[in-house]
Each structure stands twice: as structure tokens, then as C-alpha cells.
């Protein structure tokens, strides 16, 4: 619930901050439909005001449960957050070492995240996941992939 | 070339036939699989076709939209798991055949009205479609603007209750304010850029649909598995598809009919799809079925309304997309996604300057739901066992696919981290009960909407009251105000009634 009001409220808040970025827009013709921001500026007002509603909604429920415990998994946001700094450390590794190599690392984590543990099989899994797609993608397919760079970049060329 | 010319090409293409297959099998697989969605499917195909022509990554699109339409039926009718949203009223009569011994007629039944539904309304886009066309064609920028307004609103009406609807809108928003980053198309002013030269062309389609749909989703159920709220599945081996008598069909003719006929209608409404298609349908059978008593207890006709409707609403939402270029629903969304990838503006024009492509893509759709039935009796048995995989190994999938579809389009890391950034916005969304098919459509529509209203404003010389008052741009946002006000409207007139 109270997550519900805290991503209501950084909608509002964006919204707030767009606006006055939209405010600064270069205007060259006075002509309302003529600018930048004035279809911008009409669906953010429309944001604001559906948004703070909402808000209004979400204050009156945690009014309501106001005194009763809430639980709050901390352990689940840990896990997620460690799948999107995978994701991250993925992207970033991808034009270091390639896209299989750094496929494999990836999968690996993931599937420990996934998984909420490690599993023999996971290794395994990793590289058959990272190899064959890409095999397929990057050789039959011929869609472009990460090479990476230096020695590694070389030996994508085998490959890929 | 005519449509029998048309027919002619697809059908003597080994390629397509190859493609259809493809489409049509991972379709089903990805719709079996609880937590992807046939919006999810279209989207993982999307790096499937990168390398092909228009006309082959159309099909395999379209079969694939087919296919994963059907699918969730396997798992609503063996586990009482909608594999699909569209496919949770199958699971009130399906599983209780299953529980009564007969999942393989339960699963027959799907197959056969499944693939009626979704041939049915392939026939009938094929009949609309071209009329429709011929009257968009005197379609101004006013009405294209009323028209992809209308899909919006419609979206934006869909939800449980008001608080619903109006996540659902603020959704549609936020899906419209992205469509406004980039190079503004009539003064050329950069908008939202904040200097970054890589977002002056806007915010690219296609990294946001795949990690608010497929990345999002494999974070939704990371969740629920540290929260341990898994679906457990249970396997039953040996289950083959049994397909019905014609004498049993015969006996459910009329709720077949109505539920096809309820699909297509339900499925050309912008914003409307699939799941009330379904849903609306089984509630029909109910109403006028002489066995509607014994609805909920494990009857054919049970199973046989809603996976008629839900197949039969993909070819209503195609009409408004090959017609009017405005996507009725998310998977459509995707679809449009591709036309463009291709260079390709879905309207009215199509049926003239790329007929071709057009009925291809309609024969195309036409023989994937056909080889639904054999895919369908043969596959079970195979998706069955697809399900004992474990989510890990269906995660890290889903995740490279998804790296792999971002990358691959432009050769862009930037498009990867756009895929990253909509991963975590389409998880938070979907936990809070936003709406992101209302974002993509918001997107996908927004420059659309934007760019038209503007033409039809400077046309009449910014007068409001010029634009408005073209007859078909009014009557069409009268339907557009009706559609947003209705559902208060609605809850107004039922609390009159409990007093």
C-alpha cells in the first residue's frame, strides 16, 4: 500500500519537474498549437490531476489500515534489485568481453536469482542458454551482436 | 494481383509454411506457459525477424499471435492455469472436465472452436477490411485524431473499478508524454532530450514493449517466488487432444456462432480484446444455453464459447491496425511495431499501394489457424512437457532474447538500457495495477494523435469549434467522452438501484 503511494507520488513528482522543463521550451511562434509544449503541456496537466486523485485515493486507504502492521520483504526487494544490477553489469560487460562470454555470466547469475539458490545444473544450463542463442542469432540468423574487445573480439569472429 | 493470386503465393511458399509452423508452435508454447502472455510472445518472436522481409516476419508475427491465443487454453483446461488472461473463463468449465476424466475432449473442444473462431474472423477482416479502407480513405487529420482518441478511451474505460480505470489512464499518459520526447514534428524543437542526441529521433518502440512486457514479467515472478505465491503444477501424463463429434458440435452450433460472432465484434473495438471477448461470451452461452445450468460443472459448451470468442477477437483486432493503421490492443501494438520496423504505415493506402503484403499477411493468418487443429491434436503431449521446464531456465531465456531484440534492431547498446529502464517501470506498473499495454498503446499512438490534431487545428485556422464540428469527427468524440464517463456513469446507476 504505501508502495502504491510513494510510485504515485514519483509519477507526480516527474510530472511536476516535466512541466517546468517543458516551461523552458524554445518558442518561436506565440500561437498556442504552434509550440512545443503545448501538447506536452496538456498531458501533463492531465497527469497531475489523474495522479493526485490517485494519491488522494491511496492517503485515504493507508488513513484506514492506519495501526496495522504491514509487511515489508525486504529479502524479495534484495532479490530483485540484484536481478536489475545483473541486467546492468550485463550491458556493461557486453562491449568488454562479448556478447557469449558475458552471456554466460549473466545466465549464471540470473538463474541463481531465479532460482533462490545455486543448483548443479545451473552452470550447465548457463552455457547451453548463452551458446545457442548465440549460435542462432548471431551466426544462422546473422543478427549483429556484441564482439567485445582486443583477443575477444578476435575469437568472435569464429563464431559470430 | 487478386486474393486467390495472393492465396496462391503464400500457399506455394515453402518459406511461409515454414514460417506459419514456427509461429503457430511457439505461440502455442509461449501462451502454455503461465506468465507469457501472447503480447509477451509476439514481443520474444520480435529478434526472430530481424533478417526477414516484411512479408515473412508478418506472418510469423501473425501466426504467432494466433497461436498464443490458443495456448493458454492447454493449461486453464489441464491445471486450471489460464496460460493467458483470455483463456480464465476456459479454466470454470475445462478443468472440471478434466476432473471429471475428459481433458482430452475439453482439449479437442478448444482446438477445433479455437481454430474456427480465429478462421472466422480472418474471413471476415478479409471482407471488412477492404471496405473500411475505401471509407477511411476520406478520413482528415480530425478524424484520425477522434479516431485514435476513441482507442485510448476505450483502453483507459477497461479495469475492475474506477481506481482501475484511472491508473489505466494515467498509464495511457505516461505512454503519450514518452511519444512527445524527440525532435517536435512541426517546429523541429527538440522536446525532452535533455541534450542527448540519441533520443532526438524519440523514444524507440520497440526496447520499451520488451522490457515492460517480457523483462518486467520475469521480475514479477521472481517475486512471487521469494514470496512463494508460485503456481504449483501438477502433471497428468498421457493426456492426448479428442476432438468432438460433429454431432456434438452440431448440439453447440449456435453457441459457436454467437461466441464468433461476439469475438469479432468485440475484438475491432479499440482498447477492448481477447480476455472480455472471452469472457462476454461465456456469459452469453450461459444466459441462452439450454445446459446453462450445468455451466461451472464441466460442460462442452463451457469451453467451447470462450475459446471460440478469444481466437476469434485476433482477426477483429487486426481490421482497425491493417485499416486505419491504430492498434486495438497491446499485441496488436507490437504488430504495428513491425510494419514500421519495415518502413511500412498501416492505413487505408495499404490496400492500394501494398495489397500484397496486406492479403498475404490475411492468408497467412487464415492457414495458421487452420493448421491450429493439427498442431493443436499433435502438440499437446509436447507443450505438456515444455511445462515441467524449470523457470530458471524459462527466465534467463526470456532475458537474453530480450537483450538480443533490443541490440539487434539498430545495433545500439543505448536501445538495451532503454530495455533495462522499462523492465523496472513495467514491473512497478504491473505491481501497483497500471495498465502497460495502455502505455505501449499511448506510445505507439501518442506522435499519431499529436501530429494529426495539430494538422486539423492549423488547417481550420486554430479554431476548436472548425474541427469539431466535421460530423464524423464529433459523433466520434461523443463516443470517446461516453466511453470515459461510463463506467462512473455505471457505478452512479448501480448504487441508485442497491438504495
Known sequence: ?160 | MDILGVALHVLTDPFSWVLIMLGLGAGILFGALPGISASMGVVLMLPFTYKLDALHALILMVATYSGGVYGGSITAIMFNIPGTPEATPTTFDGYKMTLKGQAGKALGTAIVCSAFGGAFSVVMMALIAPALAKIALSFGPADYAAVAFLGLSAVAGLGHGPGDQLRTLLSVTMGLLLATVGLDAITGIPRFTFGSPAFLSGIKFIPVMIGAFAGAEVLSQIENRRRNEEKQVFFKEGVTAQLPSLRELFSMKWTIIKSAFIGLGIGILPGAGATIASFVSYGEAKRSSKQGHLFGTGVMEGVAAPETANNASTGGAMIPLLTLGIPGSGTTAIILAVFLIYGIQPGPLLFTTNPVLVYSVIVGMFVANLLMVFGGMLGVKMFVQFLKLRYYIIGTTILLLSAVGSFGLNNDIDDVWIFLAFMVVGYFMKKYKFSVAALVLGLVLGRLIENNLRRALIIERFSWSGVLLHPLTLTLFIITLVALVWPYISVFLSKEKAI
Open chain 1, 1 to 160: 500500500m504505501y508502495g502504491e503511494l510513494v510510485f504515485e507520488v514519483v509519477v507526480l513528482v516527474v510530472a511536476i519537474f516535466l512541466y517546468v522543463v517543458s516551461m523552458k521550451m524554445q518558442v518561436i511562434n506565440p500561437i498556442p498549437v504552434m509550440r512545443p509544449n503545448w501538447w506536452p503541456q496538456i498531458i501533463l496537466t492531465i497527469m497531475m490531476i489523474v495522479d493526485t486523485v490517485l494519491i488522494y485515493g491511496s492517503l485515504k486507504k493507508v488513513r484506514n489500515r492506519r495501526g496495522r502492521v504491514e509487511h515489508v520483504g525486504f529479502g524479495v526487494w534484495g532479490w530483485l534489485l540484484a536481478e536489475v544490477i545483473n541486467v546492468a553489469v550485463f550491458i556493461v560487460l557486453q562491449g568488454v568481453v562479448g556478447f557469449l562470454l558475458s552471456a554466460f555470466v549473466f545466465a549464471s547469475v540470473s538463474a541463481f536469482i531465479i532460482d533462490g539458490g545455486f543448483r548443479k545444473s545451473h552452470p550447465l544450463v548457463s552455457v547451453g542458454v548463452a551458446f545457442a542463442i548465440t549460435v542462432f542469432f548471431g551466426s544462422l540468423l546473422g543478427l549483429p551482436l556484441p564482439r567485445g574487445t582486443g583477443v575477444l573480439r578476435e575469437f568472435s569472429y569464429l563464431l559470430y
